[in-house]
Nanobody, 127 residues
Framework: QVQLVESGGGSVQAGGSLRLSCAISGVTSSIFAMGWFRQAPGKEREGVAGIYTGSRSTVYADSVKGRFTISQDNGKNTVYLQMNSLKPEDTAVYYC????????????????????WGQGTQVTVSS
């Protein structure tokens, strides 16, 4: 089994930065992909960034491209989401997600790809 715990959320002014961390425990070698999602009040959960753990290739939502960066540190069993130039519309609960066997694939930004989720961390950006 794999467990995910997010941290690093908080409140920041527009234009500021935050780095979210996702600590991974369990059988980490089984993870095929990792993703960051967010959900604002009254809205559906949307994919923000994703990474293949093997090739480390990444995908970003258009709304965050050039501002957010997903990365992984295998030595620390942690996946990060560096968020720069934050905007009020980035305000949401951010979730870390992982795909473990059995494998399937609907795209790195599709929530159906992932079968393990963290509890979420709140990010609030004020104007």
């Amino acid at each position: 089994q794999v467990q995910l715990v997010e941290s690093g959320g908080g409140s920041v002014q527009a234009g500021g930065s935050l780095r979210l961390s996702c600590a991974i425990s369990g059988v980490t070698s089984s993870i095929f992909a990792m993703g960051w999602f967010r959900q604002a009040p009254g809205k559906e959960r949307e994919g923000v960034a994703g990474i293949y753990t093997g090739s480390r290739s990444t995908v970003y939502a258009d709304s965050v491209k050039g501002r957010f960066t997903i990365s992984q540190d295998n030595g620390k069993n942690t996946v990060y989401l560096q968020m720069n130039s934050l905007k009020p519309e980035d305000t949401a609960v951010y979730y870390c997600a992982a795909r473990i066997p059995p494998y399937n694939y609907y795209g790195l930004l599709n929530r159906l790809t992932y079968n393990v989720w963290g509890q979420g961390t709140q990010v609030t950006v004020s104007s």
